[in-house]
């Protein structure tokens, strides 16, 4: 594998990756808690939200810089899945380890059990310095910058309103932020107005404080994220299997998932939110934009990582995705 590292200079989009994981999936068949098991395989990747996002946009094609904190401990994944995909490295490396979220997949009883470990114990003043690091580097990255992609939980400790803090210093800047992120830190971040929202039906329902049962539901909420939030211009809740809707003040259009076999579930999101991302770096309007993210989610789909195949197949997929306009 090649070692070359992408200068960050160029990079158009900054995918900032709080809380990274190490995936540790283990196979074991009939688990049984509290007795000695026997695992088939193990495999560990590299992963975390914003990670996912960085992977997919580099595999479209997209020049990307991806941020957050790392351990010296256990680089090594990290480093080949970026210097693979030629994503410049600006993580904060600390001391210790990044965790590991342990998946314990069953197939003999079709389950499948989640570790997931905290991220490291900071104090508030590492926090702090590290959080006037990542501004510090919104600020060198601004001249080539168009897109933060903000995913994901914070580490333990670190104050709710940090994604909000970044919003502004990248809107500062001159840039634009897509966020994913869910509870106190998707609520503290919407005072700072992102131009896009991507939450799950979940996400939004927690944030909204009702539930959302329908696509009519969810298009009627992201409606009241746009109306609260001057510059939101696109708020898109996913629902799993039954696709997602891209509200904007224009607009609403529910797109339908594509008919896939899924080998894996895990950062269908993510990969939608790469997919947005990637629409807005090629300046499309909200339909292909809606298109073109749920070819990326189908297409991530059926891989097991966080990748996708050539870009001319995924936007051949984004042309099979079929479209429904909200009342
Ligand atoms: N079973 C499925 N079949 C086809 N498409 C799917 C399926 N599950 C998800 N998708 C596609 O992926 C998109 C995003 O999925 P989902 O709503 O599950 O994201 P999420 O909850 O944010 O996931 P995560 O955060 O774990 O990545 C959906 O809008 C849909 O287009
Ligand atoms: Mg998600």
Known sequence: MSTVQRPAADAAVLCVALNPAIDLTIEVAGLRPG????????????GGKGIN?????????????VTGQLGRDNP???AALFAAKGIADRCLYIDGSTRVNAKIVDP???QTTDI????PAQTRAEIDEQIARLERLIDELAPALRWAVLSGSLPPGWPDDVYATLIRRVHANGGRVVLDTSGRALTAALAAAPEIVKPNRDELA???????ASAADATAAARELLAAHAGMRLVAVSMGREGAVFVTPDAALLAHPLDVEPISSVGAGDAMVAGITAAQLDGL?????A?????FAAAKLTRLGPHLPAPATVRSLAEKVGLTRQG
């Open 35 to 46: 007795e000695v098991n026997r695992a088939r395989r193990a495999q560990q990747d590299a």
């Open 53 to 65: 996002v960085a992977s997919c946009l580099a595999d479209y094609g997209a020049g990307v810089a």
């Open 76 to 78: 090594a994944l990290f």
């Open 108 to 110: 003999a009883q079709g």
């Open 116 to 119: 997931n470990l905290p991220g």
């Open 206 to 212: 927690e944030c909204l404080g009702r539930p959302l």
């Open 285 to 289: 309007p909200v339909d292909a934009c």
């Open 291 to 295: 298109r073109l993210a749920t070819a």
